[in-house]
């Protein structure tokens, strides 16, 4: 969805070629690159024993930096340099930038941050045992490579303003270029009738193999959904998303309780509940979900951390709740109360009109690239 919207974007103002890592590249990728008048080429990723996994750790830890340098994927974006001879480089993610770091003295490069080191130090600091150091050392690698190459890029792009602030401080020389995630089909996804909709259905989506995602559905289920059923006994909890992890398929066998796995087509889901849930206490960045919730107008109860970097505002637009007790009565006053419910999914619909909308984006998109390159000039943009 990240990518999908910057290319997007892309495409209407300049001529874009994609080099990438992957296992495979589908034929419906080609297809959706080409009619937006980009090309594309990739190679698969370098093999792993699990003994050069290991050595990889080790290096991580002892450099203090997570990313990772490969020779084959070195000459693979090294011939497509030559091949293109770019006006301006986009990296989608911070991995990348091993590869790409020493073009900046002949090509502006910026690098899409899609998330801080802050949601590591959080995965850190909730984590206990043996697991704690674990993590500890996720932060390490990652806030290294943060504090090492930040200061030396001209452009950083990242998802929120909240994001750019933290990029800022470490890099202060950096221009910073906070550019959201556009919802690429509204106003395509159409909301249910009231009559469809299940007023005792909670919903929760993501991919279920994601910690953040593991850690919030497990505290719901323990900690609040007791405390809605006591008042609501009808309630029941939807949990959709590909790869749940065994803890959370375990929940599939409380009663009033559903673990999906993969759904072809969420947003249907979605649009079928009385409230989407999100009580994330983990993670950093932008969370993506929100954008298949925000067209379908969907009363939504988060946490603080759920509603980082988004325009979400308390009591106008989303309920926000960070204790257990305080997110299960915020759950409850959308199931008692309908007119408040539709009340707020109206205003929260509003954002995919007028904020995250893929017109904004490519604004934005091209506001940054005229700065970089020299307002009037085009640009052969390589991701």
């Not at 080099?19 to 594309?40: L, N």
């Not at 505290?219 to 309630?235: E, R, T, W």
């Not at 008692?336 to 009109?353: F, H, I």
Request: proline content about 5%; hydrophobic content about 40%.
């Amino acid at each position: 969805m990240r990518m999908g919207s910057i290319i997007q974007g892309l495409s209407e103002i300049t001529d874009f070629h994609i080099a990438c890592v992957a296992s495979e590249v589908f034929g419906e990728t080609y297809d959706w690159v080409a009619a937006h008048g980009g090309t594309i080429a990739h190679i698969s990723p370098t093999p792993l024993s699990r003994m050069k996994l290991w050595l990889q750790r080790y290096r991580a830890i002892i450099s203090r930096c997570n990313l990772v340098h490969y020779y084959r994927e070195s000459r693979f974006f090294k011939s497509q340099f030559e091949r293109f001879n770019p006006d301006l480089v986009w990296l989608e993610t911070s991995y990348l930038l091993r590869y790409a770091i020493d073009w900046r003295h002949q090509t502006p490069i910026v690098v899409d941050f899609w998330g801080t080191s802050e949601g590591q130090e959080r995965d850190y600091r909730h984590s206990k045992g043996v697991h704690k150091l674990w993590q500890w050392l996720r932060y390490h690698t990652i806030r290294g490579a943060e504090l090492r190459y930040g200061p030396l890029l001209k452009d950083i792009v990242t998802v929120s303003e909240l994001d750019g602030r933290h990029f800022k401080r470490i890099a202060r020389g950096t221009r910073i270029w906070p550019i959201p995630v556009g919802i690429l089909n509204y106003p395509s996804v159409k909301p249910v009738a009231d009559a469809d909709t299940d007023p005792n259905l909670l919903i929760f989506t993501g991919d279920m193999s994601f910690s953040p995602n593991v850690d919030a559905v497990v505290y719901f289920v323990k900690a609040i959904l007791p405390q809605i059923q006591s008042q609501h006994p009808n309630v029941r909890l939807m949990v959709a998303g590909r790869r749940p992890s065994q803890e959370i398929m375990n929940f599939s066998a409380l009663p009033n309780v559903e673990v999906t796995g993969y759904l072809p087509d969420l947003c249907e889901e979605i649009a079928k509940a009385a409230v989407y849930i999100l009580p994330m206490r983990l993670g950093s960045g932008f969370r993506t979900k929100l954008l298949e919730v925000f067209p379908l107008g969907k009363p939504i109860v988060t946490t603080s951390i759920g509603a980082e970097g988004l325009e979400l505002i308390h009591n106008v637009n989303c309920l926000i709740a960070d204790d257990a007790p305080s997110f299960a009565q915020a759950c409850c006053r959308f199931l008692q109360d309908a007119r408040d419910a539709r009340r707020l999914g109206a205003n929260v619909k509003r954002l995919a009109s007028e904020v995250y909308t893929q017109e904004n984006i490519t604004k934005l998109v091209k506001h940054a690239i005229d700065t970089m390159l020299g307002d009037g000039v085009e640009a052969e943009v390589n991701q």
